[in-house]
C-alpha cells in the first residue's frame, strides 16, 4: 500500500506533506496512520462509513463518454478550421448518446482537448486549450512535465478527444449534531498498540457529534469499517462527521 502511495505521489513529483490521507474501504483506516506516517503526510480524513464510500460513489457519479478522433493536423489556421468541424461533429454523437440514457441537454457537460507533440517525438501530451495560442499551451504543458520545451520546433496535433459528461444529482450536503470537549467512549478494551498492551476506549461512529475530541489511543467502530488512531496523533470530528486525525 505505501509503495502504491509513492507510485501516485512521490513518483509523479508530488510533496506528500502538502496532501492529506482519505482512506475506504472496511480496513483502510486500520493502516491509514501508519501509512501517513510512511509517507509524512500530515492529516488523515477518514470520511463517514468509508466501507460504503466506493458505493456511493456509483450511485452519484457522473456518466462519461470519452471519444477521440485521429487528425494528424499542423498547427495551422485551416487545420484549425477544421479541427472546430471535428468536434462538432464528436459532440453531436455524444449528445446523441446521452440523451438515449435519459440526459437532457441541460444536464450534459462536453470537455475537449487535443493529444498534441513535437513532430517526430512517440508520445503526445493532452492539452485542454483547443483554440487561440494552442502551440504556447502545449509548450508550457511539455516543460512543466519534462523541464523543458522546444520552442522552436514544429507541434503536430495527433489527435482530438473530447470527455462528454451526463450529469447526476448530487447527495445534499449534511451537518450531524455538535457538541463540545472530549468525547465518552462507549466501551473500553485492552489492545495492542505499538506492540504495548493498553486501556483502549472505543467509540461508535454513530455516537460521536460534530466538534468533539477523541481521547487517544483509541478504535473506532461502525457498520462498515473500524479505524484505528495511536495515543501520539490527535482526532477530532468535523460537523460534517469526518474523523480529522493529525500526526
Same mark, same amino acid.
Given at each position: 500500500?505505501? $509503495?502504491?502511495?509513492?507510485?501516485?505521489? +512521490?513518483?509523479?513529483?508530488?510533496?506528500?506533506?502538502?496532501?492529506?490521507?482519505?482512506?475506504?474501504?472496511?480496513?483502510?483506516?486500520?493502516?491509514? +496512520?501508519?501509512?501517513?506516517?510512511?509517507?509524512?503526510?500530515?492529516? +488523515? &480524513?477518514?470520511?463517514?462509513?468509508?466501507?460504503?464510500?466506493?458505493?456511493?460513489?456509483?450511485?452519484?457519479?457522473?456518466?462519461?463518454?470519452?471519444?477521440? $478522433?485521429?487528425?494528424?493536423?499542423?498547427?495551422?489556421?485551416?487545420? &484549425?478550421?477544421?479541427?472546430?468541424?471535428?468536434?462538432?461533429?464528436?459532440?453531436?454523437?455524444?449528445?446523441?448518446?446521452?440523451?438515449?440514457?435519459?440526459?437532457?441537454?441541460?444536464?450534459?457537460?462536453?470537455?475537449?482537448?487535443?493529444?498534441?507533440?513535437?513532430?517526430?517525438?512517440?508520445?503526445?501530451?493532452?492539452?485542454?486549450?483547443t483554440t487561440g495560442d494552442i502551440a504556447g499551451s502545449f509548450h508550457r504543458a511539455h516543460a512543466e512535465r519534462y523541464g523543458y520545451a522546444q520552442e522552436n520546433s514544429e507541434i503536430e496535433i495527433v489527435s482530438a478527444r473530447l470527455?462528454?459528461?451526463?450529469?447526476?444529482?448530487?447527495?445534499?450536503?449534511?451537518?450531524?449534531?455538535?457538541?463540545?470537549?472530549?468525547?465518552?467512549?462507549?466501551?473500553?478494551?485492552?489492545?495492542?498498540?505499538?506492540?504495548?498492551?493498553?486501556?483502549?476506549g472505543v467509540y461508535r461512529r454513530d455516537e460521536l457529534r460534530g466538534g468533539v475530541k477523541l481521547k487517544t489511543p483509541c478504535i473506532i467502530t461502525e457498520y462498515s469499517a473500524t479505524t484505528l488512531i495511536p495515543s501520539d496523533a490527535?482526532?477530532?470530528?468535523?460537523?460534517?462527521?469526518?474523523?480529522?486525525?493529525?500526526?
Amino acid at each position: 500500500m505505501e $509503495r502504491a502511495l509513492r507510485h501516485i505521489s +512521490v513518483e509523479r513529483g508530488h510533496d506528500p506533506r502538502q496532501f492529506a490521507l482519505l482512506p475506504f474501504g472496511g480496513a483502510g483506516g486500520l493502516h491509514a +496512520v501508519e501509512l501517513a506516517r510512511a509517507l509524512r503526510i500530515p492529516l +488523515v &480524513i477518514a470520511p463517514p462509513a468509508p466501507g460504503a464510500l466506493s458505493a456511493v460513489g456509483v450511485m452519484v457519479a457522473d456518466v462519461i463518454k470519452d471519444q477521440s $478522433r485521429t487528425v494528424m493536423f499542423a498547427n495551422e489556421p485551416k487545420q &484549425i478550421t477544421r479541427l472546430a468541424k471535428v468536434f462538432a461533429e464528436m459532440e453531436r454523437e455524444a449528445r446523441g448518446m446521452l440523451q438515449g440514457e435519459g440526459f437532457a441537454r441541460a444536464r450534459q457537460r462536453h470537455e475537449r482537448s487535443l493529444a498534441i507533440r513535437y513532430r517526430g517525438q512517440s508520445f503526445e501530451l493532452e492539452v485542454r486549450n483547443t483554440t487561440g495560442d494552442i502551440a504556447g499551451s502545449f509548450h508550457r504543458a511539455h516543460a512543466e512535465r519534462y523541464g523543458y520545451a522546444q520552442e522552436n520546433s514544429e507541434i503536430e496535433i495527433v489527435s482530438a478527444r473530447l470527455r462528454s459528461f451526463g450529469l447526476v444529482p448530487k447527495l445534499p450536503v449534511t451537518r450531524i449534531a455538535s457538541s463540545r470537549g472530549v468525547a465518552k467512549s462507549h466501551d473500553k478494551v485492552s489492545a495492542y498498540f505499538g506492540g504495548r498492551k493498553l486501556s483502549v476506549g472505543v467509540y461508535r461512529r454513530d455516537e460521536l457529534r460534530g466538534g468533539v475530541k477523541l481521547k487517544t489511543p483509541c478504535i473506532i467502530t461502525e457498520y462498515s469499517a473500524t479505524t484505528l488512531i495511536p495515543s501520539d496523533a490527535r482526532a477530532r470530528v468535523d460537523q460534517f462527521g469526518n474523523i480529522l486525525i493529525t500526526l
